[in-house]
């Protein structure tokens, strides 16, 4: 199989001439397990480590390789081991706050085309979950797609009065709704899924991600749920995990995640909320609070219900805290280290516990 199967394209193939010495291989990361990679190089699956100097000068998580990364190999006398040398540039990355670690973000897979955001029709429906994981989606400039699974429990209407709500808070993306239990509208799914383009699974555990990523292979390669709860989720996924489809297309099955804290989000404000920042921009006073200032365009939209209200508590709900991310942020880099600290090698119990905060913690999505 050769690698533009895989994803690889001319955009990759510039940066593998400047970054990748003659000697060494192109391949994709599909999986990570307790700090081990698993890379697919177009023929195989092999196993790789990451080179000594991935810890050194290490200043931030994003140095990491992650699932759906191209990276250079240096070989060994086995084929079957290698070394990561470079990750290449990422055309897109999808990221999000780190629990507890206020400074930090987690990757969460890189080079995706299309996000599936997996929502269960049937239980704990939010519209403002959905805008979260759209404002991390956006961010990323990646392009959504909602799936509604778990359709065979809920009535057509009742369904309907959901994708009502949707459009209602002026989200416009592509909805479609399945079951995996009947089979039913899992084959549009497979539709959309274009060869050498890359998607994966996002949405919170027990939704039924792979239960789609089994339907879509055709066998029952991950591990689901063995009962069906209320729909509350007990993270059976654990990893993350790049697979190839039959037609072409790659699919990435994710461990389900609770709450979704935003970082640092800008772009994808705009793109989420780009109603509200529109509206803004005509109010009477260019920083207007929408509090009490008089010709207030928000205040007026509300109102007179052309602002949904919950849409734009969610909107003040995600600024601020992407707001307060970036404060955060901001003062962690300056309690940071000496500047010449990069130069001096990380502790074995250092390189330890960073391998084990950035590349396999896999487990806690919450
Ligand atoms: N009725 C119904 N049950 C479903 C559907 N999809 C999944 N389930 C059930 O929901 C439970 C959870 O499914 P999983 O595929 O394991 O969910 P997941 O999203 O991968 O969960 P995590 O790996 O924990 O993130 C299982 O018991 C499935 O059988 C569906 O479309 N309809
Ligand atoms: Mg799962
Ligand atoms: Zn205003």
Not at 63 to 92: M, N, Y
Not at 274 to 292: G, K, M, Q, V
Not at 307 to 334: C, G, M, P, W
Request: glycine share 6%.
């Amino acid at each position: 199989m050769a690698l533009d199967e895989l994803g690889l394209d001319s955009w990759f193939d510039n940066h593998v001439r400047e970054l990748c010495g003659p000697e060494q291989s192109i391949a994709r990361v599909v999986a990570i397990d307790r700090g081990r990679y698993l890379v697919h190089d177009g023929n195989n699956e092999l196993s790789a480590e990451l080179l000594g100097k991935f810890f050194y000068a290490a200043e931030s998580a994003a140095r990491f390789p992650c699932v759906g990364d191209w990276v250079c190999l240096e070989h060994h006398d086995s084929e079957q081991f290698a070394s990561i040398h470079t990750v290449l540039p990422r055309k897109t990355l999808l990221k999000r706050k780190t629990v507890g670690y206020d400074e930090e973000f987690q990757m969460l897979a890189s080079n995706i085309d299309v996000a599936f955001i997996v929502m269960s029709c049937h239980y704990d429906f939010h519209v403002s979950k959905l805008e979260r994981f759209l404002v991390m989606i956006h961010e990323a400039h990646i392009e959504p797609v909602l799936l509604f699974t778990k359709s065979d429990l809920i009535t057509p209407e009742a369904l309907q009065l959901l994708i009502d709500d949707i459009r209602a808070a002026g989200i416009d993306i592509k909805i479609l709704a399945l079951s995996n239990i009947t089979g039913e509208g899992v084959e549009q799914v497979r539709r959309l899924i274009e060869p050498r383009k890359t998607y994966c699974m996002l949405g919170s555990s027990g939704v039924g991600k792979s239960s789609l990523m089994n339907r879509l292979i055709g066998s029952d390669i991950f591990e689901t749920q063995t009962v069906s709860t209320s729909g509350q989720g007990r993270h059976t996924t654990v990893r993350r995990h790049l697979i190839l489809l039959d037609h072409g297309g790659m699919l990435i099955d994710m461990p389900g995640m609770r709450e979704l804290a935003v970082a640092e989000v800008s772009e994808g404000i705009e793109g989420s909320f780009a109603d509200i920042l529109e509206l803004a921009a005509t109010c009477r006073f260019s920083d207007c609070s929408h509090n009490n200032e008089p010709d207030c365009a928000i205040q007026a939209a509300l109102a007179d219900g052309k602002l949904n209200a919950d849409h734009y508590r969610n909107y003040l709900k995600i600024q601020k805290e992407s707001r307060h991310h970036k404060k955060q942020t901001a003062f962690v880099a300056k309690r940071k280290k000496p500047k010449n600290a990069s130069r001096i090698a990380p502790s074995k119990t250092s390189q330890r516990k960073q391998k084990k905060n950035i590349c396999v913690d896999e487990h806690k999505e919450s």
